[in-house]
């Protein structure tokens, strides 16, 4: 009788997760896999010809350094959240959300730099290729942004504190993977262009 107690006591606890965050890491290694196949099929399309040549928008850059900058204002109201500074986690959201909302901008004025030099959606793949890039990514990041909103509009409502992050971490996650990723086709295009 006493081993059976013994063997209880000794179980081992399951790995739980939050099931809210388990299906953001399902969607995020869904992403992934659409852009690795697009990134793929980038490389086999180029190396049969026929492929325009033409310059990254420059706007690209600025972008970059937007997309970067955000994520660091988000840890800084991640970080601000964890010590219940409430008016440093207002204004680090605030700056995210302009900065997220700046990148989208800035990826509309890739587009018009594009059609500048005739380059289009249709016609070559190469040009193909990049506004699928970019769209695809601004469409996640137009979701990361809602979701920065959602989570600056529950810190106005005392709902994002120490004792409450769950929320906080998944858009904290969701926004570095997004950033992560735009940094990715940036470094992939300028590496095979």
Do not use: C
């Given at each position: 009788m006493e081993e059976k107690f013994a063997y209880v006591e000794n179980a081992e606890q399951p790995i739980a997760m939050h099931p809210k965050k388990f299906a953001l890491w399902l969607f995020i290694v869904t992403v992934v896999?659409?852009?690795?196949?697009?990134?793929?099929?980038?490389?086999?399309?180029?190396?049969?010809?026929?492929w325009l040549e033409y310059d990254l928008p420059s706007i690209f850059w600025y972008t970059s350094g937007i997309i970067v900058l955000s994520s660091i204002t988000l840890h800084w109201a991640y970080a601000s959240a964890k010590k219940d500074d409430l008016a440093s986690l207002r204004t680090g959201m605030i700056i995210t959300s302009v900065l997220g909302s700046a990148f989208l901008i800035g990826q509309w004025y890739s587009w018009v730099a594009l059609v500048d030099q005739d380059v289009f959606f249709v016609g070559n793949p190469a040009g193909s290729f990049l506004y699928v890039f970019t769209g695809l990514h601004a469409l996640h990041l137009i979701s990361g942004v809602i979701f920065l909103i959602i989570v600056l509009i529950s810190t106005f409502r005392y709902q994002v504190h120490s004792k409450n992050l769950d929320t906080m971490e998944m858009c904290v996650t969701y926004w570095h993977f997004?950033?992560?990723?735009?940094l990715y086709l940036f470094m992939f295009l300028l590496l095979n262009h």
């Open positions: 896999m659409i852009f690795a196949s697009l990134t793929s099929a980038y490389i086999v399309r180029q190396s049969e010809g026929n997004l950033g992560g990723l735009w």
